[in-house]
């Protein structure tokens, strides 16, 4: 599968940092960059809204400076994560910011827009989509994405319910573009295992939550440390999409984990980052079904580093 120039020659590793609620930062994004994979952050994480402009112009810079200094292993490109529903009143200026900046990865969820993906284009830039099954996949690409995030079983954050192995089969039926598998992935046999299914690149959230730069409570660092799959509950309560959180994080809360309500969602309100007014994001906490993985908390740039190293293990293991 042919994928474009800004990521078939800039990546060090086949991988893509996802982009975590409240959690990745410029010091996130930066780190990865630097590391040889894309680094991303939602828009909605620069608040107040004017701090886009700003965080923007850091990434820009520092990552040249970078590259300036390093040019025999230069920095992979960064991506901005636009929220496309309907609630979210920050699209348009975040787009705006977007385009003014030349962002050259933009990565759009909850629903696509031929609008939003003709505005990246003015520029040259790149629209990947979010999806969780085939019906999904195919009006992104209708609208105008360039490429596709399948979010599988397992996955952190808003996921899919369809095993990886199905829903990268599907899509590869009709599809031949830019192809992302997300889901429990945070070792590097699993992102070789990403590109034997027919996938291009793998897609990775939750190792990053326990690093030195993610901005996330200690407790929630740790906690990924501690636990494992089992420890991973699969709820719509808290946003009104499906997600996976940590058991011990909705225990703390005061809720029963075996036992939550379904939520309406129609009630999904992003005009604030969120749909909940407690805010029950910044306690209950997220994250997929690979934290078994999760050993330390430490430095992005090593997470990266053992990934690499365990790819390259993984390749030699099957004499690719």
């Known amino acids: 599968m042919a994928l474009p120039p800004i990521l078939a020659q800039s990546l060090r590793l086949p991988a893509v940092a996802a982009p975590l609620f409240i959690i990745s930062n410029p010091d996130l994004?930066?780190?990865?960059?630097?590391?040889?994979?894309?680094?991303?952050?939602?828009?909605?994480?620069?608040?107040?809204?004017?701090?886009?402009?700003?965080?923007?112009?850091?990434?820009?810079?520092?990552?040249?400076?970078?590259?300036?200094?390093?040019?025999?292993?230069?920095?992979?490109?960064?991506?901005?994560?636009?929220?496309?529903?309907?609630?979210?009143?920050?699209?348009?200026?975040?787009?705006?910011?977007?385009?003014?900046?030349?962002?050259?990865?933009?990565?759009?969820?909850?629903?696509?827009?031929?609008?939003?993906?003709?505005?990246?284009?003015?520029?040259?830039?790149?629209?990947?989509?979010?999806?969780?099954?085939?019906?999904?996949?195919?009006?992104?690409?209708?609208?105008?994405?360039?490429?596709?995030?399948?979010?599988?079983?397992?996955?952190?954050?808003?996921?899919?319910?369809?095993?990886?192995?199905?829903?990268?089969?599907e899509i590869r039926e009709w599809f031949d573009g830019p192809l992302l598998l997300s889901g429990a992935i945070a070792k590097g046999d699993a992102i070789l295992a990403t590109q034997a299914m027919g996938a291009d690149l793998a897609y990775i959230g939750s190792a990053f939550i326990a690093t030195h730069e993610a901005n996330a409570d200690p407790a929630y660092k740790q906690m990924l440390v501690d636990h494992s799959a089992d420890d991973i509950v699969y709820s719509n309560l808290f946003t009104g999409v499906h997600g996976n959180y940590l058991k011990p994080s909705i225990q703390r809360a005061g809720l029963d984990p075996d036992n939550l309500p379904q939520s309406d969602p129609s009630k999904m309100n992003f005009g604030s980052g969120g749909s909940s007014k407690d805010k029950a994001w910044k306690d209950i906490w997220g994250c997929g079904q690979g934290i078994g993985a999760v050993k330390v908390v430490g430095a992005a740039a090593d997470v990266v580093r053992r990934l690499q190293d365990e790819y390259q293990v993984a390749r030699q293991r099957l004499a690719i």
């Open 29 to 169: 994004v930066i780190a990865q960059c630097q590391a040889g994979i894309v680094g991303s952050f939602p828009s909605l994480n620069a608040r107040p809204s004017g701090t886009l402009d700003a965080w923007l112009t850091r990434i820009k810079s520092e990552l040249t400076t970078y590259d300036a200094a390093h040019p025999e292993a230069p920095s992979a490109p960064f991506a901005v994560n636009l929220i496309v529903h309907k609630s979210n009143d920050r699209l348009n200026e975040d787009l705006d910011l977007c385009v003014q900046h030349q962002v050259p990865l933009v990565i759009t969820s909850l629903g696509a827009n031929s609008d939003v993906n003709a505005a990246i284009h003015s520029y040259g830039g790149i629209v990947l989509h979010d999806v969780i099954n085939n019906r999904f996949a195919r009006k992104a690409i209708e609208k105008g994405a360039d490429g596709l995030i399948a979010v599988a079983a397992g996955a952190g954050g808003h996921a899919g319910a369809t095993s990886p192995f199905a829903l990268v089969q």
